[in-house]
């Protein structure tokens, strides 16, 4: 970072946020975004960046000045075309915003989450008792973080068997595609237009089952809450966004208790810390690092000009790792009330399925607190590289049982 200003006078970075080196380990990066100033100008890009909690909660929760509408990602869609439609949940802002979202937390509910939380927890324990029946190392991620939702969530959804392996690697893209067209990028090109054709097939009505969240998405358009056209969206959008997040949040977790067996111990202690458990991980790791907003207005930030019209990168993860707002905010402590963070986002368009992440991750946590005394990291970890997501590629563990 250096003190150059730019013509609004905010400090300049040349760092490039999405290189490797920064998506292997953004913390340093993150660090000094945050020590800089609260809003730095990213050369490369030629957009500002954000990475203090207090800059990118305000900005989180006034869409009206940031808005969502021309893309969460580098993409501007005021003069670019979208490579897909852009999703109703998180690409568009009130009054198009407001029936898809209220459709989504109707359906997304305490009461629909009360009827999953039986079976899900049947799911759970056959689960677990199936992989420790193996052996006590495995992959926390491919085993676990992976195997649960892929189970459990495209069934809630009532999406059919066949082309569910598509889930994982069109989530992976679109996410990626939030970032700069890079290595990244180019690397799952080749399979966009098969993937999203897979998907879209998915969301019609006549393969979803009669009783999943697809259909009541359905059962909306025929009530006339949303049009025809909008539902298949409406179950795209929680295909993508359900299924890749969540994994990397059960990973951030399993990672967390992995080294800190403290944490562990404190979890079997008292179960019921489970879900703020997962939300003390996602502040810890914010599984989505990155979203972009677009200025509405000329506006300043911490004195610093942004211009109308500029996009601005918005760092969730450094956020979450402000001292400024977290006491000893390196440190995975279930003593401390994670609710503020901004890993769901914040403000109108805060992630309508979280609720449904926390009972997928209270769920597992709950059946292996009740059969594991102890977690460690049992080899060499990888990181899985995206332009907007933290996520684990291999997480090897060796567990010792009650």
Not at 199 to 213: E, M, S, Y
Not at 264 to 280: G, I, T, V
């Amino acid at each position: 970072m250096t003190a150059q200003p730019t013509t609004s006078d905010a400090p300049v970075s040349d760092v490039d946020p999405f290189s490797y080196d920064v998506l292997e380990d953004p913390l340093p990066f993150q660090a000094d975004l945050r020590e800089a100033g609260p809003v730095v100008y990213l050369e490369k890009y030629d957009v500002y960046a954000m990475g203090r909690y207090a800059e990118v909660h305000a900005a989180l929760t006034d869409w009206q000045t940031f808005q969502s509408a021309a893309g969460v990602g580098l993409s501007n869609f005021r003069y670019e075309k979208p490579w897909r439609p852009p999703s109703l949940l998180l690409e568009t802002d009130p009054p198009h915003h407001d029936a898809p979202r209220a459709i989504l937390s109707k359906i997304l509910g305490p009461r629909e989450l009360r009827r999953l939380a039986e079976s899900w927890a049947a799911d759970a324990e056959e689960l677990v008792d199936d992989l420790l029946a193996k052996g006590l190392e495995f992959d926390a991620v491919k085993d676990l973080a992976a195997a649960f939702p892929l189970r459990v969530f495209p069934d809630a959804v009532g999406i059919p068997q066949e082309g569910r392996e598509n889930l994982v690697p069109y989530g992976d893209h679109v996410f990626n595609a939030f970032g700069p067209p890079n290595e990244l990028v180019a690397k799952g090109a080749p399979r966009v237009a098969e993937l999203s054709a897979s998907i879209a097939a998915q969301c019609a009505r006549d393969v979803l089952t009669p009783d999943g969240f697809g259909a009541q998405i359905w059962a909306a358009a025929d009530r006339g809450d949303i049009t025809e056209a909008q539902a298949p969206l409406i179950v795209r959008s929680l295909l993508t966004a359900g299924v890749d997040t969540t994994v990397n949040g059960l990973a951030a977790v399993l990672y967390a208790f992995a080294t800190n067996p403290d944490q562990w111990a404190r979890l079997r202690e008292n179960p019921a810390l489970s879900r703020s458990a997962f939300d003390e991980a996602v502040r810890f790791e914010s599984p989505v690092q990155t979203f972009f907003r677009t200025t509405t207005r000329d506006i300043e930030v911490g004195g610093t000009l942004i211009p109308e019209g500029r996009k601005i990168l918005m760092f969730l993860g450094s956020a979450n790792r402000d001292p400024r707002r977290w006491e000893s905010p390196d440190v995975f402590d279930l003593g401390r009330d994670p609710s503020g963070h901004v890993g769901f986002g914040f403000g109108i368009h805060q992630c309508v399925g979280q609720h449904v992440a926390r009972l997928e991750a209270s769920t597992i946590l709950n059946s292996l607190a009740k059969r594991i005394v102890s977690l460690d990291i049992n080899g060499p970890t990888r990181r899985h590289h995206n332009n907007t997501l933290r996520a684990w590629e291999s997480l090897p563990v060796r567990v010792e049982l009650a």
